[in-house]
């Protein structure tokens, strides 16, 4: 599958990565730094991956060196969406050496966080491949970081579910047991919803599937169920609505949902629980002191 990516805005990233570096750089700035590193001094250094993984975020990266140090370069190798093996080179550092080392905490941060987030995700994408599913994440993200972990989960080859509560709707077990039962929480909601919203309601039950049926919706989220029963499922949608998995999937068990035919496999953990992925910035030379 060919990967098209397209950047986040720098009006999205750079309030992120300068409220990270504030956080950072706290009353006094980099202390260590201001005291070890000759003002005059340039370098050049290196953002080598540690480990085999999927590239994500060199944008917050870059934001984070050159909001420090405008002046220092940065040389992309391996962008967004490329695969590396331990040892390959990211991207090229050179310039200011203070403000090299000043950003490389909050730069490898972003990147090393995101880049895990794809490599989690591409992990899924590849389990199931030659299926008709496609791996989305959901809103289990980290506060104030949702753009950019959704963004990872499209580097790594997966798809995004609704950024927030007010994009789509998704009527769950506990509005379903508040609004006396599916029929009722369908009807409202399509009494008060626009033509653009989605409407998407989970179940556990193939009963609770067949009333959904009856009412109508455009997409089932089918909750905890075996392979056996995603079939079944899959078979009395019948193309009437698309079919979403989730639960507790992992890479093990994700191919044999996806090969019950459903269009969707949903996993919270691409986000909130991918470990990151070792990337270091590794000096290369002095250029000037």
């Known amino acids: 599958m060919t990967l098209h990516l397209t950047p986040l805005p720098s009006l999205m990233i750079e309030p992120a990565v300068r409220a990270a570096l504030a956080e950072?750089?706290?009353?006094?700035?980099?202390?260590?730094?201001?005291?070890?590193?000759?003002?005059?001094?340039?370098?050049?250094v290196l953002l080598n991956a540690r480990e085999a993984g999927?590239?994500?975020?060199?944008?917050?990266?870059?934001?984070?060196?050159?909001?420090?140090?405008?002046?220092?370069?940065?040389?992309?190798?391996?962008?967004?969406?490329a695969d590396v093996m331990p040892g390959d080179t990211i991207a090229a550092i050179e310039g200011p050496a203070?403000?090299?080392?000043?950003?490389?905490?909050?730069?490898?941060?972003?990147?090393?966080?995101?880049?895990?987030?794809?490599?989690?995700?591409?992990?899924?994408a590849r389990a199931i491949e030659g299926t008709k599913a496609h791996v989305c994440c959901t809103r289990k993200t980290t506060p104030g970081l949702r753009v950019f972990e959704k963004y990872a989960v499209r580097a790594g080859g997966g798809m995004n579910h609704r950024f927030g509560l007010d994009d789509a709707v998704l009527i769950k077990d506990n509005h379903i047991a508040m609004s006396g039962g599916i029929a009722a929480a369908i009807q409202r909601t399509r009494s008060v919803s626009g033509h653009m919203v989605k409407i998407e309601v989970e179940v556990d039950t193939l009963d609770q599937l067949d009333e959904v049926l009856i009412a109508g919706v455009d997409a089932v989220l089918?909750?905890?169920?075996?392979?056996?029963?995603?079939?079944?499922?899959?078979?009395?949608?019948?193309?009437r609505a698309i079919a979403?998995?989730?639960?507790r999937i992992t890479t093990e068990t994700a191919p044999a949902i996806?090969?019950?035919?459903?269009?969707?496999?949903?996993?919270?953990w691409i986000t909130h629980s991918a470990p990151c992925l070792d990337i270091g910035l590794d000096f290369d030379s002095l250029t000037a002191l």
């Open 222 to 239: 089918l909750d905890n169920m075996t392979p056996d029963m995603l079939r079944e499922a899959v078979a009395r949608i019948g193309g």
């Open 98 to 124: 203070r403000g090299i080392l000043t950003g490389e905490r909050v730069a490898l941060n972003f990147l090393g966080h995101m880049s895990g987030i794809a490599t989690a995700t591409r992990a899924i």
């Open 258 to 268: 996806a090969a019950s035919g459903v269009d969707l496999i949903s996993c919270g």
């Open 244 to 247: 979403e998995a989730s639960g």
């Open 54 to 81: 999927r590239v994500a975020g060199l944008d917050c990266a870059r934001m984070a060196f050159r909001l420090v140090e405008p002046l220092l370069k940065v040389a992309v190798v391996k962008g967004d969406g």
């Open 24 to 44: 950072d750089l706290g009353r006094a700035g980099d202390i260590t730094t201001q005291a070890t590193v000759p003002e005059a001094a340039q370098a050049r």
